[in-house]
């Protein structure tokens, strides 16, 4: 990886900085949806059915940096992906000059690199509760990471290859021209395919024919990759919150993660144990802004536009609480792709979102904001200094980079806004394979604090290869984003409504 100078990002840095926060994955492009014609004559993925298994079972796309978009097999073909949209089988996925990470119900999770396209072949629970998930990586460089969940089957496809994963497993996966190149980070894998069957120990890694034509290789170690960092980080990011499904009760625990980290559960007296986001005051309203989505055959789904707005709008209810203001408390069924508003006791400010009547108009976007007021955000006021708002309920705050937000929330609540200071470090990544050779990418991360002592460059700059934290006020996490596109400012969604 090449640094890129300070004066090359001197104007951009700020617009690649928010295509890596959370930002850029709440902005929906209502002209993305293909056209009409190309939609309708797409070929569905092809997927064989598991004797007892149901299909009603959906997963989240948990995270988005940059240009991600999603068919959803609705007959609108691709269409620009937001945070917190449901997959359901049969769905595609494909990155361009982004980012995406799906997670699975277990918190299980699933990051998908720039410039890569991936289809969700199946999705199935059996009548005992277990899983069948295979996922096919069409091109480009996937990672998989899988929680401790006996029972559950998880296949990563391509080719004429299956790789059938072990729970605690962590692989990744990258297609090249004519060979595929499977890394065994943790845990092991089988291969499945022309050639029989091969078992692949961690800390190795295998290079292989996608269609079997050729004796695969072993290499006893596994070589590093730019975007490793970004994986390691996620994957300890949803372990270091795999046990706090027991607080809620939820039969499962996907989204439990981003709820740790953008708020709190605590006591209300008679009002209850309730979760409630940081930086929210008793005027923030959870459904005053978000996005409704069609799906055939099930139609609209809300989709909410915060980073933790998964398990609080699919399972539980919200409830309000007199001088406290709206809190989520756990409870009742999971609600699935047909959710909508769930309110109960005193009804708070603003008013529920109305659930359209009818289907989109065919080449009309599938995705229709919802927003009663504007979006308040959280963002980057300058290239060392990172401000939150008050009601912007962690909007605009990027994923585990600016530390506990706790102390944040209280100082945002009684001025309006609070700041910390950041240095940000981005660096030139080369394109993927299959890009052309002036293809490339930029990996940027915020760092709360100053920069480390060692670094004879600018914030712009990042200080060269980063460094150990060097003090209790620096807080890491590198993310990884397009160079070539700006962040969006509109709102959630697609098409007003």
């Not at 900085?17 to 209502?30: G, I, V, W």
């Not at 990418?441 to 100053?450: E, L, N, T």
């Amino acid at each position: 990886m090449s640094k890129i100078s300070a004066a090359h990002l001197a104007t951009a840095c700020l617009p690649i900085l928010l295509l890596a926060a959370t930002l850029a994955a709440q902005t929906s492009d209502p002209t993305a949806a293909m056209p009409a014609e190309t939609a309708a004559t797409a070929a569905p993925v092809a997927t064989s059915s598991t004797p007892g298994a149901s299909k009603v079972r959906i997963v989240r796309l948990s995270e988005v940096k940059g240009e991600v978009r999603m068919d959803r097999n609705n007959g609108a073909g691709f269409e620009t992906a937001i945070t917190n949209l449901p997959v359901v089988e049969n769905n595609s996925l494909q990155t361009e000059t982004g980012a995406a990470e799906v997670e699975f119900e277990d918190n299980s999770s699933l990051r998908v690199a720039p410039d890569s396209l991936v289809e969700f072949t199946k999705l199935e629970r059996m009548p005992g509760g277990a899983t069948v998930s295979s996922v096919r990586l069409v091109k480009g460089m996937a990672y998989v990471s899988l929680m401790k969940t006996a029972g559950n089957e998880f296949n990563l496809l391509f080719g004429q290859q299956s790789v059938r994963l072990q729970p605690a497993s962590h692989v990744r996966l990258r297609l090249e021209a004519n060979e595929a190149k499977l890394a065994v980070l943790e845990g092991s894998a089988r291969i499945e395919g022309p050639a029989g069957v091969m078992d692949v120990d961690h800390k190795k890694t295998v290079t292989l024919s996608p269609d079997g034509d050729s004796e695969p290789t072993v290499a006893r170690n596994v070589e590093s990759d730019p975007f490793d960092t970004w994986d390691r980080n996620s994957a300890e990011y949803h372990e270091r919150f795999a046990n706090m499904s027991s607080l809620n009760g939820s039969p499962y625990s996907y989204g439990i993660s981003d709820m740790a980290y953008y708020g709190a559960f605590n006591d209300f007296g008679s009002c209850g144990m309730m979760w409630r986001p940081y930086f929210a005051s008793a005027a923030w309203d959870p459904y005053a802004n978000g996005t409704w989505a069609w799906y055939q055959g099930a139609g609209y789904s809300w989709v909410s536009p915060y980073q933790w707005g998964w398990m609080p709008y699919n399972y539980g209810a919200w409830n309000y609480c007199p001088g406290v203001g709206y809190g989520w408390m756990p409870g009742g069924n999971w609600m699935g792709l047909n959710n909508g508003p769930v309110l109960t006791g005193i009804h708070g400010p603003g008013s529920l979102p109305v659930r359209p009547v009818h289907p989109p108009m065919r080449g009309a976007s599938t995705l229709i904001a919802a927003n009663g007021k504007p979006l308040i955000r959280s963002s980057v006021a300058s290239p060392t200094s990172f401000v939150f708002r008050k009601d912007s309920a962690g909007f605009g705050i990027p994923r585990d980079e600016l530390g506990k937000l706790d102390k944040f929330s209280s100082r945002a609540m009684e001025r309006g806004t609070a700041s910390t200071q950041i240095y940000l470090e981005i660096r030139s990544v080369p394109g993927l394979p299959g890009r052309s050779a002036s293809g490339g990418f930029a990996m940027a991360s915020i760092h709360r604090g100053s920069p480390p002592a060692d670094s004879s460059s600018s914030a712009f700059d990042g200080g060269g290869s980063r460094s150990a934290s060097t003090s209790s006020t620096t807080s890491s996490s590198s993310v990884s984003s397009s160079s070539s596109r700006s962040s969006s400012s509109s709102s959630s969604g697609g098409s007003h409504h």
